[in-house]
């Protein structure tokens, strides 16, 4: 048996890669499973005594004290957690999936140790810039030695075998180093890139590019639009940056940035010799990437890449007996900021202070030429303290940015170590000081000359080509809950502005005019909304809600549950990326757990292409559940490379009988491959066909059963017809769901926000669902579970909506040759509805305009059993575009089935007539 020492010096010949090691190794590694024993020969766990650095599984015993805290944070039993008392760390299991595989021994949890600051999403190794070729992980194991702890994995792909090394030690607290280790052991695909992968959807993270050696070639965050299918695009996309600051979001606290950098790479040759590779890194708004070439370039490596770089990769691989040593660190700092990082590159750069007046002011440091260098946030005292690189003589700016999108600009020069600036000026502001103690939403509309305000904003210009990318808490409204902590004042640039006052759709709004001047602290004095339309027998809901907790969202979660307030809505459903959630504890602590009720779910989204799923099984909403708060992401069901069936078996085997709603399952572009399920029905035979039956061969997938459970993936509960404010989606996804009703295969249809962020309203559209009984903390959840899966329920982005044959309202069942329809729409003065339109079978049976009454009756006849669904429609006014950007005044029922013979028994109608896919605008009223 080897001891502690022996197995040290094998983690340490993977991480050092040492002249004299080189020369003594094998030129091909033990096996994984020997190499495996090897690593866990070391006794006790491989947990330092007496020390501060840890390295071990986590098991129920210790993973409460070993674990990573923090919105971000995943890791659960069976996970690896690494750490040093300074940062706390944790790689996934193997047999745990990620966001882009169905299997894990990833880095998933990054921050400082007990600060519970973790905002990290995973940071994935690929081959060849390929989701296909994901470096698989097949085994994990960790120690504790000289005076580092240490996580090594092993995996194999494409006659690749990869060794990872994360440690941490205490010379230098704040880094993570992570080495991995490539050689050729079999034939394989031709290997040209090695790279990671860090995820950050929707700036959940938001990535600063530099050049450490070139600043002159760094962009900062304003990056080269990417498109995956140009290759010219892609080249231009491409930066010569060795290091990503990944800067948390601005109002989660505390604060974090993630310096994530390329400390080397090079080919070891057959002759011991070693050159080394050139990099190359690319962004976008939803990821960062850094990676290396397999082999040296003939031309090019030093400037910008080019087209005759990309030229060579088509000849590139990696020799049987050669190695690619990739070593990388992450540096933690403790501010959203990019200073937190570059202060910790630069310790012996010029120290720059200076006093910005208010606390978490952006200030941005660039070149005289404009090339960026830093970014830094004021402290809670308004001051900034920052360095620069050593050994510049060059001239600088402060860029400091004040509310809406104001910068002021500081000549810097620096002609010592330590240069203070003083107080100096920042953009012009007024402070405005907002009501209390009511739920408000207060929409702020610039009246000309003065532009729509940003409030929220984290003073940072982010680009991805021609688009600014908005932060998540950026938009031009506040929403207050009525509950202690909401914000009292709003700092605004002056000017003229308008100011709407909301609740939701059942409310009225009002208004006020106010003048800011700079300087001024002035009062906004607005009456509060008054309710216009009672709802009594229905509750309100959101089934399709995410903030900070997700993977692609950096919105709080107070922000979040005060939207939702603030929107008068009365159920939510938190459905954070694979990662199940409980908004409950927060909603008690707020006191709103009278009026809101909660209940947890996750959205299972698919983004692997495996065998089982060549096309993945999109994204699917599952609730209610239970979180398990010692699991991997909560206990959230496996998403990757299974279809809907296997996903179905788990739901059905857990308790509180979770339904299983299809998300957005019609999309276009780049998205209808991945988030799309009726895009390719997971299986990658074509899309649903809607016109032809279930039993044909493009559609057959949904209908085939699960050996095993007998499940099908057509055995979903639910479909999200209306998601967001686009109506483009609506009609694509409609047509499919009433496809399946034709079929006799009835699917709820639902409206959800899928809201991430505060311009992106939550709670609107949403589901009214009809319940008689109390909401809140009192809600019965089976007994509103029941009518969700019963489709009692419409979608609306505003109208009121009753609808009835003759006392049978949606999900029930007529019975009857002939019928009365009652429909009865409501709308607050500012949701404008022109039109109702009533559809028997999916076909158009007629179009009513609402200019004379809002209360019809249309007889129906029905010679067959039949189903009835209704839609009413107006165009958005002035009020309602400025409250709702984007929606359209809309409802749609579900449908109410019609037994026209009697006989107990409702038959569907099959494949006959059109679908309704050419209504596209209403009647318009005079």
Request: hydrophobic share 40%.
């Amino acid at each position: 048996m080897l001891g502690p020492e022996a197995h040290g010096q094998l983690a340490r010949a993977v991480l050092l890669e040492s002249p004299a090691m080189r020369a003594i190794a094998p030129r091909r590694a033990p096996s994984s499973l020997l190499w495996l024993a090897l690593l866990t020969l070391l006794p006790g766990a491989a947990h330092a005594a007496g020390t501060e650095l840890f390295a071990e599984r986590l098991t129920a015993d210790n993973i409460e004290r070993l674990r990573v805290g923090g919105p971000d944070a995943i890791a659960g039993i069976g996970d690896w957690a690494i750490g040093n008392g300074v940062i706390c760390a944790a790689v996934s299991s193997p047999d745990h999936e990620s966001v882009l595989s169905d299997g894990g021994g990833v880095l998933v949890d990054l921050g400082h140790c007990g600060r519970d600051d973790d905002q990290w999403g995973v940071l994935q190794p690929m081959v060849n810039l390929s989701r296909d070729n994901v470096m698989p992980v097949r085994e994990v194991g960790a120690e504790v030695a000289a005076g580092q702890a240490r996580i090594v994995t092993a995996g194999q792909i494409s006659g690749l075998r990869v060794h990872t090394v994360y440690s941490v030690d205490h010379h230098q607290p704040t880094r993570l180093r992570i080495v991995s280790r490539i050689e050729r052991e079999a034939d394989g695909d031709a290997v040209f890139l090695f790279a990671d992968v860090a995820l950050h959807g929707h700036r959940q993270l938001t990535a600063f590019t530099m050049a450490s050696t070139r600043p002159s070639l760094s962009v900062g965050f304003t990056h080269p639009a990417v498109d995956v299918g140009s290759n010219l695009a892609m080249v231009n996309a491409l930066q010569r940056a060795d290091t990503q600051v990944l800067v948390g979001g601005s109002e989660l606290q505390p604060g974090i940035a993630y310096g994530w950098r390329l400390v080397g790479a090079w080919v070891q040759r057959r002759d011991g010799s070693a050159d080394p590779l050139a990099h190359i890194a690319l962004n976008g708004e939803h990821f960062s990437i850094i990676g290396a070439y397999a082999d040296t370039l003939w031309l090019g490596g030093g400037g910008r890449p080019g087209l005759l770089e990309l030229a060579q990769t088509l000849l590139m691989d990696l020799e049987p007996g050669e190695r690619i040593v990739y070593e990388r660190e992450i540096i933690l700092g403790d501010r959203a900021d990019v200073a937190s990082v570059t202060d910790q590159l630069w310790p012996d750069g010029p120290e720059i202070v200076a006093s910005v007046g208010q606390a978490n002011t952006a200030v941005h440091v660039v070149r005289h030429d404009d090339a960026p260098i830093t970014f830094v946030r004021s402290d809670a005292k308004g001051r900034v303290r920052f360095r620069l690189p050593p050994g510049e003589d060059v001239r600088y700016k402060l860029l400091i940015a004040g509310p809406g999108d104001q910068f002021e600009t500081h000549p810097l020069r620096v002609n010592g170590p330590r240069v203070d600036l003083g107080a100096l000026a920042t953009p012009e502001a007024a402070t405005l000081m907002l009501p209390q103690g009511e739920p408000l939403r207060l929409v702020f509309l610039g009246v000309a000359p003065t532009p729509d305000p940003l409030i929220g904003g984290d003073g940072i210009r982010f680009w991805v080509g021609q688009e600014r990318i908005a932060a998540a808490t950026e938009s031009n409204h506040v929403s207050l809950a009525g509950a202690a902590g909401d914000p009292d004042h709003v700092r605004l640039a002056p000017g003229h502005y308008r100011v709407l006052a909301t609740r939701g759709p059942e409310w009225s709004v009002s208004s006020a005019e106010i003048e800011l001047v700079a300087g001024q602290r002035a009062r906004l004095d607005i009456q509060p909304p008054i309710r216009v339309l009672d709802t009594p027998g229905w509750l309100s809901a959101d089934l399709h809600v995410h903030a900070a907790p997700s993977d692609d969202s950096a919105l709080p979660l107070r922000r979040r549950i005060a939207a939702f307030a603030a929107q008068g809505a009365d159920v939510i459903v938190s459905t954070e990326h694979d990662n199940v959630f409980d908004y409950g504890p927060l909603i008690r602590q707020l006191g709103l757990d009278d009026r809101i009720a909660s209940l947890v779910g996750v959205e299972i989204t698919s983004t692997s292409k495996g065998p089982n799923a060549p096309s993945t099984s999109g994204h699917a909403n599952a609730f209610p559940l239970r979180r398990d708060p010692l699991a991997y992401r909560g206990g959230a069901p496996r998403g990757e490379n299974v279809r809907l069936r296997t996903l179905l078996a788990d739901l059905h085997a857990r308790p509180l009988a979770p339904i299983l709603q299809l998300n957005h399952p019609r999309e276009a572009g780049f998205d209808a491959d991945y988030g799309s399920y009726f895009s390719h029905l997971a299986v990658g035979r074509g899309a649903y066909d809607p016109i032809r039956p279930l039993d044909h061969a493009q559609n057959r997938a949904l209908i085939e059963r699960d050996r095993r459970s007998g499940l099908r993936d057509l055995d979903f509960d639910a479909v999200e017809l209306l998601n967001g404010p686009s109506m483009t989606r609506y009609r694509l996804t409609r047509g499919d769901w009433l496809s399946l009703i034709r079929q006799g295969e009835v699917r709820v249809g639902t409206a959800n926000s899928d809201s991430h962020s505060t311009r992106h309203l939550v709670a609107l559209p949403r589901n009214y669902v009809a319940f008689d009984g109390p909401g809140g903390r009192d809600l019965d959840t089976e007994a509103f579970m029941r009518a969700v899966r019963g489709g009692r329920l419409y979608g609306s982005t505003g109208p009121i909506l009753e609808v009835t044959l003759d006392g049978r309202g949606p999900g029930e069942r007529f019975r009857g040759a002939a019928g009365e329809l009652h429909i009865v729409v409501r709308a607050a003065e500012w949701v404008p509805v022109h039109e109702v339109r009533v559809f028997v079978n999916g076909a158009l049976r007629q179009r009513v305009d609402l200019a004379e009454s809002r209360d019809l009756v249309v007889p129906l006849r029905f010679t067959a059993d039949a189903f009835v669904t209704v839609e009413v429609e107006g165009e958005a006014g002035p009020i309602y575009a400025a409250i709702a950007p984007g929606f359209t005044p809309f409802a749609f029922s579900n449908p109410i089935f019609v037994d026209a013979d009697g006989d107990g028994r409702w038959l569907p109608i099959g494949l006959q007539g059109r679908l309704p896919t050419t209504i596209t605008a209403p009647l318009k009223s005079p």
